[in-house]
């Protein structure tokens, strides 16, 4: 891949992923193998006025070097350094822009429940810091053609084969395909599009969703008037960013605890560092009740089990079948782009800036409003090509999704 498409890329991620303001702190997180990007996503955040940039580096083997050989009580100890460093970021607040590179088995073999029963841990002590943040930073998140993901997404090529094709596909769905591409350009037009179904959505403001398919999806799931659709870029503090480059999805946080029926997934999952596949989650009184997975149960019940919200839902997202990364046919094994492939749900956290006047709100007061808590997020994906999603209102029916896409009266 030329040096000209990467430093295009570079600058989409911090001018409008970020969108890094001038004096601002800005905090890059990458894989050591994606040091070049990363050299070209710092110097683009200075350029465009970040005071100071950090990078902080991970590398997959020595976390899963970690993970075996430190005792349970050593992965749950958090360093003074390491608190001090979030107490700093809930300080300064910095934007930070995350790249994504590593395979979907890059902790594969990693006891499950050393690993959930750690993040318990040390998120417990790191929570206070992390709620005080929460809304109040921008963060994109990006990706980056890392060796062992190019192999499992093009298996059938050569490691240079696989890498190149990789970087091409993951340019291709932020617009930028050759150097006259204007990417920030064409990123405007479709967060105006963003807007447009969005609007459609929240003067809608339906009781429930209804989801069905043939593969036995069969789901309801309440909403709060009072918290909106948003989609493609979000406002914080007055600044409009882009935390997820690409995006097909138009999401809202339901009703925590208000959901019942059974969703199946449509692509595999990859999740702590292991792939899930085929799997099903039945929701009864608004709780996970019952999972079941050809592979990777296992994982399924230590994450719900992270924490009382692990078993709710945070996040409804609406993605059209026709739609780029879809048309695509490549099964990306990564949630950034899987979900941008397929309607998709989240179990964990939901998001309090969708709340009218959240501003305002204690956490609470944002958990009154129906907002899921939770240390964790995870996609996964429900989307096919005979999905249906029918809004209710007052005992009204209205049609949102056809055939796995937007219903042509809803849109029109």
Not at 352 to 373: A, F, H, I, S, W
């Amino acid at each position: 891949m030329t040096k000209t498409l990467l430093r295009k890329y570079a600058r989409l991620a911090v001018r409008t992923g970020a969108n890094v303001q001038k004096g601002q702190y800005v905090v890059v997180r990458a894989s050591v193998e994606m040091h070049e990007f990363a050299g070209m996503v710092v110097e683009e955040a200075y350029k465009a006025g970040a005071k100071e940039v950090r990078v902080d580096w991970r590398y997959s083997y020595t976390t899963k070097m970690a993970y075996r050989h430190q005792s349970l009580k050593t992965l749950c100890n958090v360093h003074d350094w390491q608190e001090a460093k979030q107490a700093f970021d809930y300080k300064t607040l910095p934007a930070y822009i995350n790249i994504i590179s590593d395979g979907p088995d890059a902790l594969k073999g990693v006891n499950g429940e050393k690993m959930q029963k750690s993040s318990v841990a040390t998120h417990k002590i790191l929570k206070k810091y992390l709620d005080e943040m929460d809304n109040n930073y921008q963060w994109t998140i990006v990706a980056a053609a890392g060796k062992d993901w190019a192999k499992k997404v093009f298996p059938g090529e050569r490691t240079s084969t696989a890498v190149e094709k990789l970087w091409k596909t993951i340019l291709s769905t932020v617009y930028i395909t050759d150097a006259n591409s204007d990417p920030e350009k064409a990123w405007a037009d479709h967060n105006a599009d963003f807007m447009d179904k969005c609007a459609r959505l929240n003067d809608a403001k339906f009781d429930y969703l209804e989801y069905k398919s043939a593969n036995g999806t069969d789901f309801r799931c309440w909403l709060n008037n009072n918290i909106l659709w948003l989609g493609g870029g979000e406002t914080t503090k007055g600044v409009y960013y882009n935390p997820n480059m690409p995006t097909e999805e138009i999401f809202t946080t339901p009703i925590a605890g208000k959901c019942e029926g059974t969703l199946v997934s449509t692509k595999p999952l990859s999740v702590r560092g292991n792939l899930v596949e085929n799997f099903t989650f039945t929701f009864e009184d608004g709780k996970v009740t019952k999972v079941t997975a050809e592979k990777g149960e296992d994982v399924l019940k230590q994450l719900i089990a992270s924490d009382e919200g692990a078993k709710m839902l945070g996040e409804l997202a609406l993605v059209p079948h026709d739609s780029p990364i879809s048309n695509s046919g490549i099964l990306f094994y990564n949630t950034l782009f899987d979900e941008n492939a397929a309607c998709h749900v989240a179990i964990g956290r939901g998001f309090g800036n969708l709340v009218v006047g959240y501003e305002d709100m204690t956490r609470e007061q944002l958990k009154e409003q129906g907002v899921n808590e939770s240390m964790i997020h995870v996609d996964f994906m429900i989307g096919c090509a005979d999905l249906s999603i029918t809004g209710w209102k007052d005992g009204k029916a209205t049609k949102i999704f056809t055939n796995g896409n937007w219903d042509e009266e809803f849109v029109k």
